[in-house]
């Protein structure tokens, strides 16, 4: 009987310890794209996708190691990102902190319900000279990090 205990606690945390290393080596945040909106190259829009089965929570920003002048997650009920795209004054785009809003996993989005729910999250990051961006998250309440550098915009 203590050997069948042993055996079924030991596959229980191999199994655990496998998922953990498979989350860790497969994280659910991306960054799809970022760009520059108003000519003020200060003022970056970096486009995010949860990936994963569970909503994330994000908990800090950090740009060049050190905290932004400042940081939204902008959340939009229509369109991506985009060059073109007219944020300020748009009705479907929304405004909130960064931890007041969890991020909704891409493959559960209706896209048919375009204006009513979320379809696509940014950050809205305002800091001179953006070139790294570290962005601290929650993922089935285990601790993520993902940084990227980011390349000048025209």
């Not at 970096?46 to 994330?56: A, F, M, S």
């Not at 050190?66 to 991506?80: A, T, Y």
């Amino acid at each position: 009987m203590k050997r069948l205990l042993f055996v079924l606690f030991f596959s229980l945390f191999v199994v655990g310890a496998v998922f953990i290393i498979y989350l860790k080596s497969n994280p659910p945040l991306v960054i799809n794209a970022y760009t520059s909106f108003d000519d003020n190259p200060a003022v970056r829009f970096i486009e995010i996708e949860n990936k994963g089965l569970r909503e994330i929570q994000l908990q800090s920003i950090v740009v060049n190691e050190k905290p932004p002048e400042s940081v939204e997650l902008v959340v939009s009920k229509s369109e991506p990102f985009e060059a073109e795209t007219k944020i300020e004054g748009n009705p479907n785009f929304t405004f909130h902190k960064i931890k007041q809003v969890n991020i909704f996993p891409s493959q559960y989005i209706d896209r048919q319900a375009v204006g009513k729910q979320p379809q696509h999250y940014a950050l809205k990051v305002n800091a001179s000279e953006a070139r790294k961006i570290t962005i601290q998250y929650e993922y089935l309440k285990m601790p993520f990090t993902l940084t990227a550098e980011l390349q000048a915009t025209k």
